[in-house]
């Protein structure tokens, strides 16, 4: 039976230069008809492109389909397929965390409204961050820094944050810098350990929701706010505050409008609401 290159790349979904390209890796042989030179496909191809796309579906690459016909033997093909299983599993594990963070986002923004600038009681958990004195000064390093530029790569489990000196708490004037951050739970499969991360621990923590619209908002308020919660409490900030990003999107009217919270850290010992 002759099978045109025409009609394999119609019943799989794949282009011409797809079916070339494949045989061209070597994965595919087709028969050249005399006279015409046209390619000539037999019914063993259609299992082999079947092979092909199910193994492409399942992560593996054109180089290690390769090696699944290079005679390698069933050893090497059961290696072959139990690093493919591991690197399948490191994946679901990164997005099962991307997909609790995504949850964590939805849930905030259908009561945004009814949590803007009320401070609550929050926990994260502890939190790794490389911290600059500004973006700019960040950004001149990213090349220069591996870690830096490990967590640029690794967004959205990374994030940027704003730090703020603890010592707007008492009113006083205080300091800002930037950085990038992740969280613990999250350093597993980022595959980060703390070693070079400045640590501020927010098991126990005060937040505060705040929206930007075209990058201001009234920072002094939500101060104020945080400073009036934790007053009447009598709790004390344990770190320097910082930014925890939710979500950044352009509203109908053009105005680019930013979702986050101000992290209070404070002392675990600390009585709930």
């Not at 690093?83 to 009561?111: P, S």
């Not at 929206?211 to 706010?225: H, P, S």
Request: glycine content about 8%; hydrophobic content about 40%; proline content about 3%.
């Amino acid at each position: 039976m002759k099978i045109s290159i025409g009609t394999l790349s119609r019943a799989f979904g794949l282009s011409d230069e797809a079916l070339r390209f494949y045989e061209k890796k070597g994965l595919l042989h087709p028969r050249r008809e005399n006279g015409n030179g046209y390619r000539v496909f037999e019914l063993a191809d259609i299992q082999r492109i079947s092979n092909i796309q199910r193994l492409k579906s399942q992560g593996f690459t054109l180089e290690e389909i390769q090696r699944v016909y290079s005679a390698g033997g069933e050893r090497e093909l059961a290696g072959l397929y139990g690093r493919k299983i591991g690197e399948m599993e490191r994946k679901i594990a990164y997005d099962r965390h991307v997909l609790a963070r995504m949850r964590t986002t939805a849930r905030t923004l259908k009561t945004a409204q009814k949590q803007l600038m009320q401070p609550q009681r929050v926990s994260l958990g502890r939190v790794y961050l490389l911290e600059y004195p500004s973006v700019p000064d960040m950004w001149a390093r990213v090349e220069k820094e591996p870690l830096l530029k490990r967590l640029f790569g690794a967004l959205p489990l990374t994030a940027y944050t704003t730090l703020i000196g603890r010592e707007a708490m008492t009113g006083a004037r205080s300091r800002m810098t930037k950085g990038v951050l992740f969280y613990e739970n999250d350093a597993e499969v980022l595959d980060l350990t703390p070693e070079g991360f400045r640590l501020i621990d927010a098991t126990s923590a005060v937040g505060c929701l705040f929206r930007l619209e075209n990058g201001g908002f009234d920072a002094a308020e939500m101060l104020e706010r945080l400073s009036a919660y934790m007053s009447a409490r009598r709790l004390t900030a344990s770190d320097d505050l910082f930014t925890q990003q939710l979500v950044s999107y352009v509203d109908d009217g053009g105005n680019a409008i930013h979702y986050a919270r101000m992290i209070v850290p404070i002392e675990a010992a600390q009585p709930a609401d």
